[in-house]
């Protein structure tokens, strides 16, 4: 009994720091943002109830869609997955007994990443998503929070392991605020993967997961690979260490809209009463994805790491109904995605640099869950395009930390001409951070933003006078500053959670930045803007990425 | 920090990816102020042809909104880009300028319909997105003048769309009322819809089962997801600047036809107001110098007073021709079969026509100030008005009547010895330098009649080949004296009835150019574009008859284009419009005279082997025509080996 406590116990500290010294940016909690995710401003609060994401909005297309983080890049010995396998320190001095991991048998363990906030803007209105790029500052994020369940199984008679692992996402609206049963879920994850079945350091993995690299958590984003699917894959460490792997995916989606669905009335059949539905239109996407990964050990516990990563979509033709009876041809679309990463870490206190790259066509360009608009002339998503360079870091040393984010996306649609949709953005992000001791600090975040989109702007002239002629694209920045003191229970470190903070945060915005939003919104009319809130972030013993 | 340093992070390519992420590249001409020009020598010289942009070609489906092209009262997706695409299709054919359905924001959606002609304004102010945006325009139009074409600009004084509703029973929502019980001894029943109830002459009335309560409010919809919001500019949210008194249903009344709004709810503005006079040249102007048009046709002309059109035209004309925009043509859509109305919209008198004088038109009030009722301009008001109409008059008497049904070809001699007494002598002051009598805008059909070639119920049925008949009509069109307007399709032989069916999608012909009508239509462009005789020879009818039965010249007509500013060049152009006889240019031994000496040679560039004619005793001319056919004949020393 003892012993079995013991090596539970060593198991679960082991398990910790495991995931705690994983590679770069395992960032992980992710953003409630499952359908378009647009640059377009948000129209909605931080804590209102109509918030279903993190950064809400409107129209259009694309973007990529990310998640915030969850789980710190905690800068790895070696670059690992969630699963318990091997991954024996690479530079620590191993003791002489086997691999902890492989002493584990069986159980159930939770983890959570969430965030909670109370908000507002000093004028009486709830915090609302002041950005106006795609992925912007996230400290006024609404709330989210992710619970997992997984169980874990070692299979004695196969020496292999399996995980399941469930996660149910919840965001707003909150009982607390609005006073309804009501809320908006998800399930993030719902997948079994095992390992070492057969194949030693392959794992398989079917189910509906979250599917991605390393994140820039100071942006919520994923700039190389991030997928939601319903489908399978598998990952196969090409060398004993574990540096060296290749990871393979399938997946399908369908998102909701007539450009993938589309259901009809039809009267029963064989003369029986009433009518039913047939689904003249359903086709799902199928998306495939290859990433290869190799990481350098250099000394101590630092490392550099690459990876090379592309992706292909297809969905077939079809038929749509424009009137009863009436069909029109859809045609058939593809896509793909290249794109590669290059990082540094130092093995210490989560410091890191990751640099991304990633050029999407087609049908992939719109983004995973889009409805694509403005389409060819052919109504396909042929000719769009987006383009995405994005850095994203952190430093650290002694009671200072720095974390870091930036990206430049430029995105055209499959329409020849410019149009509002059409977008040029990018943001360039700072927070430092102050520790007191190991008990909290006090952080600051700066960071520009711009966008560009399709469209000539001309301002609107005073009442009576002529509407000048545009003079360009409509082009709008913002500066944003925020403050936030916070306590950290966990202890002294850029990713250490949970945080209790308040945070204050003022934007300024040109007139191309409110000329974003449409007439009588207050963002609108604002050159500034405040948020005020005081709210929590915590993340635990979560799975996050494929080990990317 | 040493690990750090040691690492070495590399940046790829930074500045090679950024330049790969693409910036923002509108070309120069899209923004900012554009410089106007003068893009027209001599209107005369010009070949309209009608577009309605969302029928005629789709450029962009990034603005296909709301498209449905099972349904013809839908959008269809036609656009700018789509226009500017077939250009070199346009030019092929031989015409020289574009009129282009209006370009403003309109109600996107009303009753079922949609927009998509143009003529529910909403907001004056800005483009209608479904055609693309004013880098389009521009580009469109900017390609249009590479090319030595011109683009008219169709616009709309009299009325705006559905933009609001009479709340006749002043309960807050828009109703379809009935009022009465329709039995012996009740009064009748009637159906009051409030969104377009009948005119009033007192204006619309607040009424319930109880009886009237005075001026019923107005009350501007708002309804964003099919644009029925308050119109713009915001001078146009003031319902003064209405007159409300509901559909006109009897254009022969006065006030019903100037100051009704137009059927289907388009809600009639009080363009007497000075205020709303100064607001429509701003507006008007501004697109203008926004987009380098070259001109405006003019919906509804009729519709609003000749006041309207003095202040209008004069103040527009000097704004323009200050930034250096001349010879800008504006012509009016008067939608009537009487000639001196139609025509007093080009004359210089005032009053111009009875219609002026009991609206109040009067120059000394006209010139004075605002509180008397006048509207003082940029220079004092003259009678100047506008440089030209669509000749409706003879689209009635001489092609439906003549060309289609075959009726006696004197109406057409008859209707032309009027146009010195029904349409302006002078040119007008700043204007296109040609008195409107010579700059009358001459058509077979157009968007609000059906196509020539219809043969449907409604009309007289065709006793002749439709494309027979079609091609003598067209030979008239291009050789008559005025602009020629030919509506989009005609060249592919679109025989649609009336609105909706006219406004067919050109796309679904393929645009052929080696159709017969095509050919012809831009055979005769180019016959009309190298003999100026033409385009600006004055025109002498030399034979019209009455005779339409077994008559030698049954069907006969025949004129001449010659002097004038045409230098020397000469035309001839003979018809029969007979839809059965083969007839001749002589009656009982009465030769047809032209104005050349015996001896002089005239070939009918028309036939295969150019038949040449040699002309008798004082210029006779004995020339014999199978039914529904034509002949132009030209001097032998002019004819070019083109033609």
């Known amino acids: 009994m003892r012993s079995r406590a013991a090596s539970a116990g060593l198991v679960l500290a082991l398990v910790a720091s495991f995931t705690a010294s994983l590679a770069p940016s395992l960032a992980r909690a992710q953003a409630p943002n499952p359908t378009d995710p647009v640059p377009a401003p948000s129209a909605t609060s931080a804590t209102s109830p109509s918030t279903t994401a993190a950064s809400p909005p409107a129209d259009p297309p694309p973007a990529v869609t990310a998640r915030p983080p969850d789980k710190p890049p905690a800068p790895a010995e070696s670059p690992g997955n969630d699963e318990p396998p091997n991954v024996e320190a690479p530079v620590k001095p191993a003791a002489p007994e086997p691999g902890i991991l492989e002493q584990i048998t069986s159980g159930f363990s939770f983890g959570s990443y969430g965030r909670m906030i109370a908000g507002s803007d000093f004028r009486g209105r709830p915090g609302r998503d002041a950005d106006i790029v795609a992925r912007g500052s996230r400290l006024d994020e609404s709330n989210y929070v992710e619970l997992e369940l997984r169980r874990d199984d070692y299979w004695q008679k196969t020496d292999s392991r399996t995980r399941v692992v469930a996660t149910l996402a919840l965001t707003n609206p909150v009982f607390h605020y609005s ?290 002629a545009p003079t360009g694209p409509l082009t709008g920045t913002m500066w944003r500053f925020g403050v936030v003191p916070f306590l950290s229970p966990a202890g002294r470190g850029d990713y250490s959670r949970p945080h209790f903070r308040l945070i204050y945060l003022v934007s300024l915005r040109d007139k191309g930045a409110r000329a974003f939003y449409p007439k009588d919104d207050v963002f609108g009319l604002r050159e500034v803007e405040h948020f005020f809130g005081f709210g929590a972030e915590w993340w635990f013993n979560t799975s996050w990425n494929y080990g990317g | 920090m040493r690990a750090m340093s040691k690492s070495v992070v590399v940046i790829s390519a930074l500045a ?190 607040s009424r319930t089962s109880l009886g009237e309560s005075g001026p019923a409010p107005v009350v501007f919809q708002y309804d964003p997801a099919t644009n029925h919001v308050p119109p713009q500019p915001v001078l146009f949210q003031n319902e003064n600047v209405y007159n409300r008194k509901g559909r006109t249903f009897n254009f022969d009344d006065l006030d019903q036809l100037v100051h009704g709004d137009f059927p289907g709810g388009l809600k009639d503005v009080n363009t007497s107001r000075c205020d709303v006079k100064r607001s429509m040249v701003d507006v008007y102007a501004r697109w203008v110098e926004l987009a380098d048009f070259d001109g405006f046709r003019i919906d509804t002309v009729k519709h609003v007073e000749h006041e309207f059109w003095r202040y209008f035209a004069q103040n527009l004309r000097l704004r323009l021709a200050e930034q250096g925009k001349n010879k800008f043509f504006m012509f009016g859509e008067a939608f009537d079969g009487s000639d001196s109305l139609i025509g007093s919209f080009t004359k210089h008198e005032v009053p111009a026509h009875p219609n002026d004088m009991l609206l109040g038109g009067d120059l000394a009030r006209e010139n004075g100030p605002e509180e008397a009722g006048g509207c003082p301009g940029a220079a004092p008001i003259t009678g100047d008005m506008l440089d030209g109409v669509f000749y409706f008059s003879q689209y009635f008497q001489a092609v439906r009547d003549v060309f289609r049904d075959g009726q006696r070809t004197a109406k057409i001699k008859e209707l032309w010895d009027a146009r010195a007494d029904n349409f302006g002598s002078e040119p007008n002051a700043n204007g296109t330098g040609i008195a409107p009598s010579k700059t009358l805008v001459n058509f077979l059909d157009n968007h609000d009649v059906p196509r020539f070639l219809y043969n449907g119920s409604g009309v007289t049925q065709f006793k002749v080949d439709p494309e027979l008949a079609l091609s003598n009509a067209l030979l008239f069109l291009l050789t008559e004296d005025g602009i020629p307007c030919i509506y989009y399709g005609t060249e592919q032989e679109l025989d649609g009835g009336n609105d909706p069916a006219n406004r067919e999608d050109l796309w679904n012909t393929g645009y052929s150019t080696e159709n017969a009508t095509f050919q012809w239509v831009k055979r005769l462009t180019g016959i009309r574009k190298r003999h100026k005789a033409l385009t600006l020879g004055d025109q002498t009818v030399i034979w019209a008859t009455d005779h339409t039965g077994d008559e030698e010249d049954a069907g006969i007509f025949a004129f001449e284009r010659a002097g004038g500013d045409a230098e020397g060049s000469y035309a001839l152009a003979v018809f029969n419009t007979h839809l059965a006889k083969t007839s001749s240019t002589k009656f009982e031994g009465n030769v047809m005279k032209t104005s050349l000496p015996e001896g002089s040679t005239l070939v009918d560039v028309l036939t295969p082997d150019y038949q040449a004619y040699s002309l008798g005793a004082d210029g006779e001319l004995d020339l014999t025509l199978l039914p529904t056919t034509g002949a132009l004949l030209i001097p032998g020393e002019q004819v070019s080996p083109e033609d």
């Not at chain 1, 194949?199 to 919520?220: A, F, N």
């Not at chain 1, 896509?335 to 999407?360: C, E």
């Open chain 1, 179 to 468: 006073g309804d049963f009501d809320v908006t879920l998800a399930i993030r994850n719902l997948f079994i993967e095992e390992r070492d079945l057969g194949i030693k350091r392959l794992s398989v993995w079917v189910g509906s997961r979250m599917y991605r690299g390393d994140d820039i958590y100071l942006l919520d984003f994923w700039p190389l690979d991030n997928l939601n699917t319903l489908g399978g894959g598998l990952r196969y460490e090409l060398t004993e260490s574990g540096r060296t792997w290749a990871a393979l995916h399938a997946g399908v989606n369908r998102p909701p809209g007539l450009f993938y669905y589309q259901q009809s009335q039809r009267p029963a059949p064989n003369n029986a009463f009433g009518a039913t539905t047939v689904d003249i239109l359903n086709r799902q996407q199928t998306i495939g994805s290859l990433k290869l990964s190799h990481l350098i050990p250099l000394s101590g516990n630092a490392g550099l790491k690459g990876a090379v990563y592309g992706e292909v979509r297809a969905l077939s033709s079809g038929q749509r109904e424009t009137d009863p009876g009436v069909f029109e041809d859809v045609p058939a679309e593809n896509g793909f995605v290249v794109g590669a990463q290059i990082g540094a870490f130092t093995g210490q206190r989560d410091t890191h640099l990751n640099l991304f790259f990633r050029y999407a066509r087609g049908l992939a360009a719109y983004g995973e869950f889009a409805r694509p608009t403005r389409l060819s002339l052919e109504r396909t998503t042929d000719g769009a395009q987006e383009v995405l360079v994005a850095a994203g870091g952190n430093w650290e040393t002694g009671p200072f930390g720095l974390m870091a984010g930036a990206y430049l996306r430029s995105f055209r649609n499959a329409s020849a001409a410019l149009d509002n949709d059409d977008i040029d953005e990018g943001i360039v992000a700072l927070r430092p951070h102050l520790f007191f001791g190991e008990w909290g600090g006090l952080s600051v975040e700066g960071s520009f933003q711009a966008q560009q989109r399709g469209v000539l702007f001309a301002e609107e002239p005073a009442e009576g006078e002529t509407k000048a």
């Open chain 2, 16 to 205: 090679a990816l950024t330049t790969g992420l693409g910036c923002m590249s509108f070309e120069e001409q899209a923004q900012g102020e554009i410089t106007l020009g003068t893009h027209v020598d001599d209107w005369r010289q010009e070949v309209i042809y009608q577009v309605l942009i969302d029928r005629f070609a789709d450029g962009d489906a990034g603005n296909n909104y709301r498209v449905d092209l099972t349904t013809p009262g839908h959008w269809h997706g036609g656009d700018w880009k789509g226009l500017e695409d077939k250009l070199d299709y346009l030019q092929d054919l031989g015409v020289t300028t574009l009129w282009i359905s209006p370009v403003v924001k309109n109600v996107d959606t009303d009753a079922g319909f949609d927009g998509y002609h143009g003529y529910w304004t909403q907001d004056a102010t800005e483009v209608n997105p479904h055609f693309g945006d004013l880098s389009a325009l521009r580009s469109m139009i900017s390609a249009a003048h590479e090319r030595e074409m011109k683009v008219i600009l169709d616009i709309v004084t009299n009325h705006v769309g559905q933009v609001f509703y009479y709340d006749i029973n002043k309960n807050g929502q828009p109703d379809n009322d009935v009022f009465g019980g329709g039995k012996t001894g009740q009064s009748p029943v009637e159906h009051v819809t409030e969104y377009d109830p009948e005119f009033d002459p007192r204006g619309i009335q």
